[in-house]
């Protein structure tokens, strides 16, 4: 079984900060690609940020100097760290994996966690 856990989302004002986490279960770091994606109401998902199997990051433009991603190899957790928070960045989080180096693309992956709600209020 491939588990991936969500915590760390909840509602604050703009401005403010969260670090939203995945546990993952059943999956390795090490060997593949993981990330974070986002949805909106009436949006479709969309990429946040990816790291790859060397480490390498990914942001889309939107939360470039305002979120890192980042990970605890050991623990098999990876990490969102959120600053500056703006209203459009309301939306729920979700976790995801892919084995092997991939595209910061939701298509690209393939085990996703439930989600977490981020709302930011102005």
């Known amino acids: 079984q491939v588990q991936l856990v969500e915590s760390g989302g909840g509602s604050v004002q703009s401005g403010g900060s969260l670090r939203l986490s995945c546990a993952a279960s059943?999956?390795?770091?090490?060997?593949?690609?993981m990330g974070w994606f986002r949805q909106a109401p009436g949006k479709e998902r969309e990429a946040v940020a990816c790291?790859?199997?060397?480490?390498?990051?990914n942001y889309v433009d939107s939360v470039k100097g305002r979120f890192t991603i980042s990970q605890d190899r050991a623990k098999n957790r990876l990490y969102l760290q959120m600053n500056s928070l703006k209203p459009e960045d309301t939306a729920i989080y979700y976790c995801a994996a892919a084995y092997g180096n991939r595209w910061c693309s939701p298509s690209e992956y393939h085990l996703w966690g439930q989600g977490t709600q981020v709302t930011v209020s102005s």
């Open positions: 059943g999956y390795t770091f090490n060997h593949g690609s």
């Open positions: 790291i790859d199997s060397y480490g390498s990051t």
